[in-house]
């Protein structure tokens, strides 16, 4: 079943290659993540596979994350099957689609460093197609340079890391040492997978190529793919975490600085997919608050992790997909769109009941656990009032959002589908037990919101607006609109700042390597 799994993505690009097969191909691709999901809910365990020197099978850790991210890909191709049929770029689409698929199972199924290295590989730089294939070219084309430039910096660092493992300490997970050698292959493997989870100070990937990119492609890059990061970082991080503990005060900071960062963001824009693009980067603020809840001895589990991750996840895409129907769709359907699209948001708002409610508890639970309650109890309501504001910033964009697109039945079924399994989700990701119990600090936050949305909605206070991240300029270089607020990113984004970031990176990597040979 294992490789079953692996090779099915591989086996539908291979029908992609001659036209006799072509039509097949296309057919099955929506179809390639089904078997391993059908892994996730096999009750036996399940027996490691080897392909050549690579190693697959599926443990605790990887099943937890393979179970939403099968998932969202199946239900997400089906939708992409809808959504690109008659376009003219549907089958190199289709080809990265499953290239980028192949490389997201392998990953998540990888049993050591050496296979997780490739696969990873494989999946970010296909995903450079994903991106490539947005309605927009003066858009697409820049965003994808943007992310192919990131990507390129994040393998670098991930091959010194494997190099610097190598020499010492071994490829198995979890057998690096914090000191020496160990201490340099930790460093690379953790500024290779920032880059690609999209923290704060590397995520300037993140936003252009999630705007940017088809909205099938939008959804898999913001729930699954980026999600390889954090897993990356639970597979590389050394079972005794005590020489860690230092590091858990500034990535947590730096995790509360990229939630509200995300949201001030958010709120400025003016179309939905960038709104929900600043949002990522809100969330995976988050998400970097848990990893250095998890430095600590025993305050933060891979469960709970997995739980966040996955809980982001079927909001996301839901939320993404969302945007798919509301530009088709008319009249009652329209009001039944705009309804399921207002769940997503209240998913990640954090409402009772929801897996939200659950995430925001396993945060609270952490913090108690490590003894930052007293400090960062504030900081993590706040944040649910960000999220708050940025949702509701959403729900306005989409309220008026609408295209030229004709209907498509096709898009109806996986969408529904993926909102279910989101509302459902407290029962069936891994790590909870239903949803948790109503207290006044998931109910607050969300109502002062409310109240200051409706303010300025009442009052027709302006919203600050820049309009497009990314624009292109005359040469087709990417240029961001002037504000004191994205100065940094707009230097960042010049591609002469970017090579000589990428050389230097290089250069650094190399002589490490040699000094610790």
Sequence with gaps: MTAAALLSPWLALGLLLWPQSRRLGLALAAWAALPALLLTLAPTA????????????????????????????????LFAAAWMRGRPDRLPFTAAWLTT???????????????FYVCFAIASLAAWGLVLAGEDPSRSRPAARIYLTLMAISEVALLTGIAAAATVDGLAFGSLAPSGAGGLSLLAFGLGFAIKLGVLGVHLWLPPAHSAAPLPASAVLSAVLIKAGLLGWLRVAPADTAALEPWAWPVALLGFGAVFYGA??????????????????????????????????????????????????????????????????AGGLRTGVLLGSAAAGLVLIGTPFTSGAVAKSVLEAGLVASGWADTLAMA?????????????????????????????AGLWLPWMLLLISMLLAPWWL????????????????????????????????????????????????????PSRLVHIERWLLRWANVGRMLLLLALVMLSLVFLDA
Excluded: C
């Design 264 to 329: 001030l963001m958010g709120i400025t824009r003016d179309h939905p997919k960038e709104v929900l693009a600043f949002s990522t980067v809100s969330q995976v603020g988050l998400l970097l608050v848990a990893v250095a809840l998890s430095m600590l001895s025993d305050a933060f589990d891979a469960e709970g992790l997995a739980f966040l991750a996955g809980h982001h996840a079927l909001a996301k895409a839901a939320a993404f997909l969302s945007l798919g129907l509301l530009a088709t769709a």
């Design 46 to 77: 399940i027996s490691p596979v080897n392909l050549g020197p690579l190693s697959f099978g599926a443990d605790s850790l990887g099943r937890a994350f393979l179970m939403f991210s099968a998932l969202i890909w199946w239900l997400a191709g």
């Design 101 to 115: 698929l192949a490389g997201s199972i392998g990953l998540l199924l990888a049993q050591d460093l050496m296979s």
């Design 430 to 481: 891994p790590g909870t037990r239903g949803p948790s119990s109503i207290s006044l600090g998931q109910i607050w936050p969300a109502l002062l919101a409310l109240a200051i949305g409706l303010g300025m909605m009442r009052l027709r206070l302006p919203v600050p607006r820049l309009t497009g991240f990314v624009d292109a300029t005359r040469d087709g270089l990417p240029a961001v609109h």
């Design 380 to 408: 993590l309501t706040l944040s649910a009032l960000a999220t708050t504001l940025l949702m509701l910033r959403f729900g306005v964009l989409a309220l008026g959002y609408r295209t030229t697109r004709t209907q498509s």
